[in-house]
């Protein structure tokens, strides 16, 4: 039988990876697939450029349309990132009956629901594996793997970029900017690398997860979002002398009233495994009623590690390219006259515990202003520790552990906090989870 030709959108990071991993494993593919898969078109805004991989047999232009509505390409692998160009191209793609496989996550999570209609009107499959995790298969994990189970929530590090930046922050004392520099260099930032450490890419990520967990629409605009940019190395010493680690996690939850969609850097016990996923490795953790607690971990950036989700996406692709489009797995895990209408809960609404850290005048009664102030807004205790003043400042570090409370009421509390006189400044907020297996 003859190889499926493939149209490649972007000769980047990721592009390459995939023209490699094909052609390394073309042996092992067929075998899987049934059929060869060949890149045989492509499209990058320079063709000129030297590249580390092999183009050869590899029609390239500049324009992704030519790539698009090709006859010969029955596949399009979208890999130029962003949601303006790849969306007319993708759009454009379907409008063909062209099947889609992307790694964009910008593109699913802002579009998805859009695209996936349409999809499903021309019977085509879009896949996007690579979107979430890197190379981690999370995406088949949860829609198929899972499929069994009433999924309760799922917290993970879906950005890598992040993770390497506290993981050196914490081990080597490295300041913020030089590991962002390497991270980079290294190829796993995002183009806009604000995305990486304002938590959007990770925002991205978390709205998919959530909609093939829960089987809800794609909703990226209602997602709670928070980057790292605020966390000081003294944070990530006290929460390590108080047994925790900050991790930045995407954490989606069911609840009675909704669901939680929430970015944030957060404490979490040194003891759970995904507290010790560092670098730019990437994990997931996955609460099933039936299953239980289950962890994904993985690569969660870079050229291959991101090839083999896009590579595995093919496969899967030319797998189904002449199954019943009636009887494929649904784009977003559930069936799509069957997603769920529960709203998405506002921070306010959301219910977690807190780390609190604040700068004190070192005199008789603070404390106790503190605690009334906590008191009165039902927000309980579980721990503190003050710290001396460093030489040449007055003020003393108090930092508190809370019992979990409506994010809400920590909210008001902190504000009659920094109104005290006997407080500096703003109180530095963190939330915490215990990820047990409730
Ligand atoms: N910038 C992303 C990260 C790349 O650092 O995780 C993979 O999506």
């Given at each position: 039988m003859e190889p499926v030709k493939v149209g490649l959108l972007g000769l980047g990071t990721v592009g390459g990876g995939t023209i490699s991993v094909l052609r390394r494993n073309a042996d092992e593919i067929v075998r899987r697939a049934g059929r060869g898969i060949e890149i045989t078109h492509a499209a990058a805004r320079d063709i000129e450029k030297p590249r580390s991989f092999d183009t050869s047999n590899i029609k390239l232009t500049t324009d992704p349309l030519q790539v698009v509505e090709d006859p010969e390409v029955e596949i399009v692998v979208e890999l130029i990132g962003g949601d303006s160009l790849a969306l007319d191209l993708v759009m454009r793609a379907i409008e063909q009956g062209k099947h889609v496989v992307t790694a964009n996550k910008a593109l699913i999570a802002k579009h998805g629901n859009k695209i996936f209609t349409a999809a499903r009107e021309k019977n085509v499959m879009v896949a996007f594996e690579?979107?979430?995790?890197?190379?981690?298969p999370i995406i088949k994990a949860i829609r198929e793997g899972l499929a069994g189970n009433h999924i309760q929530w799922l917290a993970g590090i879906i950005n890598g970029t992040g993770n390497f930046i506290l993981t050196e922050m914490r081990d080597k004392g490295r300041d913020f900017a030089d590991v962002l520099a390497e991270a980079q260099q290294l190829g796993y930032?995002?183009?806009?690398p604000t995305f990486d450490v304002e938590g959007i890419d990770a925002a991205h990520k978390l709205t998919i997860l959530a909609s093939i967990a829960f089987g809800m629409p794609l909703q990226f605009d209602a997602t709670y979002t928070e980057g790292i940019t605020q966390i000081t190395r003294d944070d990530v010493t006290y929460a390590e002398e108080l047994g925790y680690r900050i991790k930045h996690l995407g954490l989606t939850r069911r609840t009675d009233k909704g669901f939680e969609l929430r970015v944030h850097p957060t404490l979490i016990p040194e003891r759970r495994l995904i507290a010790n996923v560092d670098g730019v490795m990437n994990a997931v953790l996955v609460m099933g009623d039936a299953v239980g607690p289950t962890l994904y971990y993985g690569a969660g950036a870079g050229a291959e590690p991101t090839a083999s989700a896009v590579v595995a996406d093919l496969v899967d692709v030319v797998r189904a390219l002449t199954s019943d489009p009636e009887n494929r797995v649904p784009h977003l895990a559930f069936q799509p006259d069957a997603l769920s209408d529960l709203p998405v809960l506002s921070m306010e609404e959301v219910e977690t515990a807190y780390y609190l850290r604040m700068q004190v005048q070192d005199k008789p009664g603070v404390l106790a202003d503190v605690t009334r102030i906590l008191g009165d807004h039902g927000i309980s205790i579980e721990a503190v520790i003050q710290k001396e003043p460093r030489e040449g400042c007055p003020h003393a570090s108090v930092i508190m552990l809370t019992h979990r409370v409506i994010e809400k009421n920590m909210t008001d509390a902190i504000a009659e906090i920094e109104a005290l006189d006997s407080i500096e400044g703003a109180v530095t907020r963190i939330r915490m989870e215990t990820l047990n297996a409730q």
């Open positions: 690579a979107a979430v995790a890197g190379g981690i930032a995002e183009a806009d």
